[in-house]
């Protein structure tokens, strides 16, 4: 696999960001040790630190940002679990959200719905999708649309691995 280091960002709309987050970014980022803000991936894009959150279920994430002409992308990485979101903002973000979850199959996965209860979410509308496990993990993805709950970031995709219970 190429070094996404070596591949600086060529995108110039939030459609393009999102899917470069989404596609190539947060599998990748999954596994990292480093800061989030020290990932040459991260840096020769141009991306900016933002700081450090707690997530509900994915404990601490560090968060970067990068604008594009019609939006903000922003990907919170966990080094203490396996996880990864994508947040987009901004007037291309309902576009770059229904690109994403239209191509999701672009992840090289075979997807079904993940029929386990969504915590933490009170009011989203939210698509769980899974992977079938492999030696007791699972991948998973939220497409996550808080239009209704938050106007600022409405939509977010998360990306991380589980184990079978």
Same mark, same amino acid.
């Given at each position: 696999?190429?070094?996404?280091?070596?591949?600086?960002?060529?995108?110039?709309?939030?459609?393009?960001?999102?899917?470069?987050?989404?596609?190539?970014?947060?599998?990748?980022?999954?596994?990292?040790?480093?800061?989030?803000?020290?990932? /040459?991936?991260?840096?020769?894009? @141009?991306? =900016?630190?933002?700081?450090? &959150? +707690?997530?509900?279920?994915? $404990?601490?994430?560090?968060?970067?940002?990068?604008?594009?002409?019609?939006?903000?992308?922003?990907?919170?990485?966990?080094?203490?679990?396996?996880?990864?979101?994508?947040?987009?903002?901004?007037?291309?973000?309902?576009?770059?959200?229904?690109?994403?979850?239209?191509?999701?199959?672009?992840?090289?996965?075979?997807?079904?719905?993940?029929?386990? /209860?969504?915590?933490?979410?009170? @009011?989203? =509308?939210?698509?769980?999708? &899974? +992977?079938?496990?492999?030696? $007791?993990?699972?991948?998973?993805?939220?497409?996550?649309?808080?239009?209704?709950?938050?106007?600022?970031?409405?939509?977010?995709?998360?990306?991380?691995?589980?184990?079978?219970?």
């Amino acid at each position: 696999m190429p070094s996404l280091a070596s591949t600086p960002a060529q995108a110039a709309d939030l459609e393009e960001l999102a899917r470069e987050a989404v596609f190539d970014l947060c599998p990748d980022l999954m596994e990292i040790e480093t800061p989030l803000q020290d990932e /040459p991936s991260i840096k020769a894009r @141009g991306y =900016e630190f933002l700081g450090s &959150r +707690t997530h509900p279920r994915a $404990g601490l994430m560090d968060v970067v940002s990068l604008e594009a002409d019609d939006g903000t992308i922003t990907i919170g990485n966990s080094r203490e679990t396996s996880a990864c979101q994508v947040g987009i903002s901004g007037g291309g973000a309902e576009a770059a959200f229904a690109a994403v979850y239209a191509n999701r199959n672009a992840l090289g996965y075979d997807w079904f719905e993940d029929t386990a /209860p969504v915590r933490g979410i009170e @009011g989203a =509308e939210v698509v769980s999708l &899974r +992977t079938a496990a492999v030696d $007791g993990w699972y991948l998973g993805i939220q497409f996550i649309d808080m239009g209704g709950v938050d106007g600022d970031w409405p939509f977010f995709i998360q990306q991380y691995v589980l184990e079978e219970e």
